[in-house]
Nanobody, 126 residues
Framework: QLQLVESGGGLVQPGGSLTLSCAAS????????ITWFRQAPGKEREAVLCITGLSGRTDYTDSVKDRFIISRDNAKNTVSLQMNSLKPEDTAVYYCAADGYYFCSSPPAPRRYDHWGQGTQVTVSS
């Protein structure tokens, strides 16, 4: 059973950076696309970015295209999300998830994903 654990969240000032990590266990993630979601208070969970098994990137949210970088290290069984130039509207709980496919799903409906981490809080505030 694939298990995912996020880490790296915290409080950061606007314009700052954070790097989140998604560590997988129980199964090698080499053949899985990994998607980062986020959920802000009072809002629905939304897909942010996805990385395929070949490290292809799919952006689901235009607002992060020039600010967030997704990468994977299959040897370490981890996927990272580097977030730069953070804005207050980036405040949310961030989750990594997998739906069992090699390529990024479209649409990335949360109900399709069988494997979720517990989430890590990111707060952007001065």
């Amino acid at each position: 059973q694939l298990q995912l654990v996020e880490s790296g969240g915290g409080l950061v000032q606007p314009g700052g950076s954070l790097t989140l990590s998604c560590a997988a266990s129980g199964y090698p993630i080499t053949n899985y696309a990994i998607t980062w979601f986020r959920q802000a208070p009072g809002k629905e969970r939304e897909a942010v970015l996805c990385i395929t098994g070949l490290s292809g990137r799919t952006d689901y949210t235009d607002s992060v295209k020039d600010r967030f970088i997704i990468s994977r290290d299959n040897a370490k069984n981890t996927v990272s999300l580097q977030m730069n130039s953070l804005k207050p509207e980036d405040t949310a709980v961030y989750y990594c998830a997998a739906d069992g496919y090699y390529f990024c799903s479209s649409p990335p409906a949360p109900r399709r994903y069988d494997h979720w981490g517990q989430g890590t809080q990111v707060t952007v505030s001065s």
